[in-house]
């Protein structure tokens, strides 16, 4: 039965042809382990929850057609980092920013644009295939009737640690523990009554558009859809920035995230403004 609506649903998809445009809201809530604030006093956690409260919820905007997406957070003003382009402690918590996100969808490749500490880069690679495993099971979202689908891969975990406490010839600096990871599932909810293959951040490749993802400890959910709205939408890859792949990308962020780590375990993390730029 699994098999036959998936059969029906990606032929409804490819024999549907009529170019169209479209915007997508979503809403997106994150969960983090708060348990390296146990030692900070009751006011002190207060205090650090509100401001997590406004880097955990975040919307976002995803603009679409037939064949290409853009996907990009609305702006809002920074309560929890130091300067665009500096030092941001949030994210040692939340995570990095994921940046601007265009989706070539036909030619199945992205380009992500990304700035780390005041340069801009843009990081072109091929868009991963995720192998989706079709459930069944249907709801309703708003008004369209949405099919769920899963995916289970292996991911790192991430450990939160603000000690000072150690040297600069640790133990663990001589003898690196290997990364614990553990397995996620994703949960995807999508339209084939909106027939593109793509959804918010990197997720897509169903026959139709992600209305809900959850992954691992974010959720994301569209809150509002505009077929064909009456302003023009113009998608276009972003030019400006340092092209590199993205292992590359990943290699240069660690190098920055160590630097940044050992710089607060000296001190230098508490209290300041001082931006670290890239050469």
Request: include cysteine.
């Amino acid at each position: 039965m699994k098999k036959l609506i998936l059969l029906l649903l990606f032929l409804s998809f490819e024999g549907y042809s009529q170019e169209f445009l479209g915007k997508a809201y979503y809403m997106s809530k994150s969960t983090v382990n708060m348990d390296w604030m146990k030692n900070m006093s009751p006011e002190r956690q207060k205090y650090m929850k509100a401001r997590m409260k406004t880097a955990l919820e975040k919307n976002y905007i995803l603009d679409f057609d037939s064949k290409s997406s853009y996907f990009k957070e609305e702006v809002t003003l920074d309560a929890g980092g130091s300067g665009r382009g500096g030092f941001n402690w949030m994210q040692f918590v939340t995570g990095p920013d994921q940046g601007d996100i265009f989706k070539n969808i036909q030619e199945k490749t992205y380009t992500n644009k990304r700035e780390l500490f005041g340069k801009v880069f843009l990081i072109k690679d091929s868009i991963p295939a995720t192998k989706w495993v079709m459930t069944g099971e249907t709801k309703k979202i708003g008004k369209y009737n949405a099919y769920k689908a899963t995916y289970t891969k292996e991911v790192e975990e991430r450990v939160m640690s603000f000690s000072r406490n150690r040297g600069q010839n640790s133990n663990e600096d001589n003898n690196p523990v290997l990364p614990k990871t553990k397995l996620v599932t994703m949960v995807a909810w999508f339209t084939p009554e909106i027939p593109v293959s793509t959804g918010p951040a990197m997720y897509g490749g169903l026959p139709g558009l992600i209305l809900e993802i959850g992954d691992d400890n974010r959720v994301m959910i569209c809150t509002k859809v505009v077929l064909n709205p009456d302003e023009k939408i113009k998608l276009k890859e972003p030019k400006k920035g340092q092209v590199v792949s993205n292992s590359e990308f990943e290699t240069i962020q660690q190098e920055k995230a160590k630097e940044m780590r050992e710089r607060f375990q000296r001190g230098g993390g508490r209290g300041s403004n001082r931006s670290s730029r890239l050469n």
